[in-house]
């Protein structure tokens, strides 16, 4: 598990798998046990996801066959999608950028 966590607003847990899939389209070390993303950082990095999320909202409605969603092997429960896991750490970066505080993990 990796805590995303701000002044700004509650923390923000997910697995480590997803965790890092988010801080490489951010532009972070996705090995990096900690870090930080400054104020000064936070508008790329919500610029950056975003766009990954308009991108896999585009492709999976390119390939929607109107079928259910792919289920997931191991627990046999609909796959979750890129923008399921980003809203939360999207708006804990937004709550961080406007109140003017970083974002950390692993400290």
Known sequence: MITFKSQASGDVMMF???????LRIIGKDPDASQGVITVEQLPEAIARLRAAVDDD????AE???GDPD???QGTGQP????????IPFLELMQY???D???VTWGV
């Open 100 to 102: 003017e505080k970083p």
């Open 79 to 86: 796959m979750i999608h890129l923008a399921q896991r980003a």
């Open 96 to 98: 961080a950028l406007d």
């Open 63 to 65: 390939r929607d066959s």
């Open 57 to 60: 909202k585009a492709s999976r």
């Open 16 to 22: 480590a798998k997803n965790a890092r899939e988010l």
């Open 70 to 72: 792919p289920v997931d």
